[in-house]
């Protein structure tokens, strides 16, 4: 049975960056719809298997990719943020990695917020590494589950669908953007990246 996350911080919280209803509806409307979908998904997996009967199999599968995917990144992107604006940092770890991998910090941002900005129509950024690939990337994803990589571990995960933004922004993608880097906890995404070689 998937839950959905336990947030550490109320919704209030994140304001004037992350406005309370619009963030109300994103969690307790769209995100609890996911999660249960989900559940649903997995009791009907369940029964096709209790039956050998898998003539639905197509259709479930692509469900599944939707709504799993869905429900994993809401869940890393809601743990993503942080009442504490510019209290966290990346770690000097992860930074280098950066500087490693995309030659200098400076071209990092500029690709994540190209990446950030030009996202077509409902989607997902997401910096993380690739084991197979060895690398650092950001990547977009496409609905939940379009342009994805098989080995990819997310690390820090923005939402860019309308829902996440639109009712306070409009759209104004720039200011929901710069504004969400007030409340990106970086110490979560530290954690994931020490995380990545005990994998």
């Avoid at 307790?28 to 009967?53: C, G, P, Q």
């Avoid at 997401?126 to 098989?150: A, M, P």
């Avoid at 759209?171 to 969400?180: A, H, P, Q, V």
């Amino acid at each position: 049975m998937y839950e959905m996350i336990k947030l550490k911080y109320d919704y209030k919280d994140l304001e004037p960056y992350y406005d309370s209803d619009m963030f109300n509806y994103h969690y307790n409307v769209l995100y609890k719809a996911y999660t249960d979908n989900l559940n649903k998904i997995m009791d009907e997996f369940n029964n096709n298997r209790k039956n050998s009967n898998f003539d639905n199999i197509q259709n479930l599968s692509k469900r599944l990719a939707f709504t799993a995917n869905a429900y994993i990144l809401h869940s890393l992107f809601f743990e993503n943020l942080t009442p504490m604006p510019n209290k966290t940092l990346l770690s000097k770890e992860i930074v280098n990695h950066i500087k490693k991998d995309f030659g200098s910090y400076d071209a990092f941002i500029d690709e994540l917020n190209s990446s950030l900005l030009n996202v077509e129509g409902p989607g997902w950024v997401v910096f993380g590494y690739d084991r197979y690939l060895d690398k650092l990337l950001i990547i977009q994803i496409e609905k939940h589950q379009d342009l994805t990589l098989i080995d990819f571990i997310p690390l820090l995960v923005i939402d860019m669908w309308e829902h996440s933004y639109y009712l306070q922004y409009n759209t104004n993608k720039k200011e929901y953007i710069r504004n969400l880097f007030y409340i990106l906890d970086f110490n979560v995404v530290n954690n994931r990246y020490n995380n990545i070689y005990m994998i």
